[in-house]
């Protein structure tokens, strides 16, 4: 059990945070992100306290570590921000400071958090935004993001984000860590993002991804013409590029650290100059379709990162999650769902001379 004390004159305590740590790639930067991957510690947090939480340890978490009693007592605040508590402090274990956050706890210990606001905490605000559901039910929904909206709050996007368009549509969202978002997609990639409106949901599909049960499907426009054979196979190990810290970059698992990733490409239409793709992701990488289409040396069209440039009017990375195919986590209903070409770039294939069946993308 546990129970709020609220300090006088002072913010509410935050809801859900997840931070970056210094030198790593902001949150949103993934093209397709696993949670696993997205979630990193970090953040300053501020002099002044929020809020008190008093939590007393039920006979069921008796003998448990101090760190998972908090974690299922405070389950509406993420385990990034818990244990930036405990590292500052900022926890009492029957009046003294917890100084190891793995110390067994006893039936009736009396634990004490001192809530600490921090600047993407207080960044977690409800903001009217016009968001493009796909679908909806009680336990989750599907978006449409479009390209330019940040998904988390972050270093240079504390507002405007597309968790502060969830906590503004449904006040609920409050409730569940990070407004429901279980994966991401880059600022400037477009597309679908499924998202849970309970912790039960949230969970269960956060699992599902983890276990590669959600099926994740874009279309991308690449530089040059893609050559014999439509079909290829990319497994390719995904690390920190060696030689620029910002990027990420196919790299030897013998040398460098890094993570399997596998991403399976075909062509659907192209010409000479660029070839109009889709991918499959069977692994959440950071930046994995941008950097195992470079890797083949097949640029994303407006890609500055990973070699690409600005051409057939297209500004932005030309990558889109439009296919997104999962069980429903509670009701077991096969989804299949589907995004549009988005007009940016329909109308880079028509400067091409390219046209796109989405009949032949399925």
Known sequence: MSRSTRQTGQAPAPQGLVSSAPGEPLP???????????????GEVEAAAAELREITVPPAQHGLRADKVLAECVAEFS????QQLLAQGAVTLNGRVLGKPSAKVAA??????????TQQSMAFQPEDMALDVVHEDEHLLVV???????????????????????????????EVPRAGIVHRLDKDTSGLMVVARSRAAMDALVAMIA??????????????????????????????????????????????????ARTDIDLLAGN???????????????????????????????????????????????????????????TG?????????????????????LSYNPAESL
């Not at 930067?29 to 510690?41: C, G, I, L, M």
């Not at 009736?108 to 606001?117: A, I, N, S, T, Y």
């Not at 692994?283 to 941008?290: E, F, L, V």
């Open 28 to 42: 949103e930067s993934v093209e397709d992100q696993d949670q696993d991957e997205a979630d990193a510690e970090g």
């Open 79 to 82: 385990r990034s921000y818990l």
């Open 108 to 117: 009736g210990d009396r634990m004490v958090l001192e809530m600490r606001p």
């Open 144 to 174: 449409n993001k479009p390209a330019g909206l940040v998904v988390h709050p972050a270093p240079g996007n504390w507002t405007g984000t597309l968790l502060n368009g969830l906590l503004g549509r449904d006040p609920k969202a409050r």
């Open 211 to 260: 276990a590669r049960d959600v099926s994740r499907q874009y279309l991308a426009l690449a530089h040059k013409a893609w050559g014999p054979r439509k079909h290829r196979e990319v497994d390719a190990p995904i690390g920190r590029d060696p030689r620029n810290r910002l990027r990420m970059a196919v790299v030897d698992l013998a040398q460098h650290a890094g993570k399997t």
């Open 272 to 330: 000479d100059e660029v070839s109009l793709v889709r991918c499959t992701l069977h692994t959440g990488r950071t930046h994995q379709i941008r950097v195992h289409m470079a890797s083949l040396g097949h640029p994303l069209v407006a890609d500055a990162v990973y070699g690409g440039k600005d051409a057939g009017g297209m500004t932005r990375q030309a990558l889109h999650a439009f296919r997104l195919a999962f069980t429903h986590p509670m």
């Open 333 to 353: 209903q096969a989804l299949v769902l589907h995004a549009p070409l988005p007009a940016d770039m329909a109308q880079a294939l028509e400067n091409w001379g």
